[in-house]
Nanobody, 117 residues
Framework: QVQLVESGGGPVQAGGSLRLSCAAS????????MGWFRQAPGKEREHVAT????????YYADSVQGRFTISRELRRMTIYLQMNSLKPDDTAVYYC??????????WGQGTQVTVSS
C-alpha cells in the first residue's frame, strides 16, 4: 500500500499564490512519477502537472503552463505544486497521484483550492 498526504490548499484571491505538497509513504519502490489532478464542481477530473522521479521531466496542462511549477524532493518522496497568478477557474479539489509500475495509481484525499475574484 501507498499513502499520499496532501497539504497547502485553502482560499486565495485572484492573482495570488499557493503551494501544495504531497508526501508519499509505504511501498513506493516501483513509483515512477507523481503529479496533480484537479476536479471542479460539475466537471471531470483533469490532469494538472506530472513529474517523473528519474530525470525530473515535467508535464503540464496547457491551462496552467507558465503559472504552475511542479517539483520533487526525492529523499522525502514529496512533490510540490507552486501555483502563481491564480484565477477563479483554478478553483477545484486538487488530488495528488502516484504512478506505479505493475499497479494501479494511488490517489490522495484531495485538498480544496478556492480562488476568489
Amino acid at each position: 500500500q501507498v499513502q499520499l498526504v496532501e497539504s497547502g490548499g485553502g482560499p486565495v484571491q485572484a492573482g495570488g499564490s499557493l503551494r501544495l505538497s504531497c508526501a508519499a509513504s509505504g511501498r513506493t519502490a516501483t513509483a515512477y512519477a507523481m503529479g496533480w489532478f484537479r476536479q471542479a464542481p460539475g466537471k471531470e477530473r483533469e490532469h494538472v502537472a506530472t513529474i517523473r522521479w528519474s530525470g525530473g521531466s515535467t508535464y503540464y496542462a496547457d491551462s496552467v503552463q507558465g503559472r504552475f511549477t511542479i517539483s520533487r524532493e526525492l529523499r522525502r518522496m514529496t512533490i510540490y505544486l507552486q501555483m502563481n497568478s491564480l484565477k477563479p477557474d483554478d478553483t477545484a479539489v486538487y488530488y495528488c497521484n502516484i504512478k506505479m509500475r505493475g499497479h494501479d495509481d494511488y490517489w490522495g484525499q484531495g485538498t480544496q483550492v478556492t480562488v476568489s475574484s
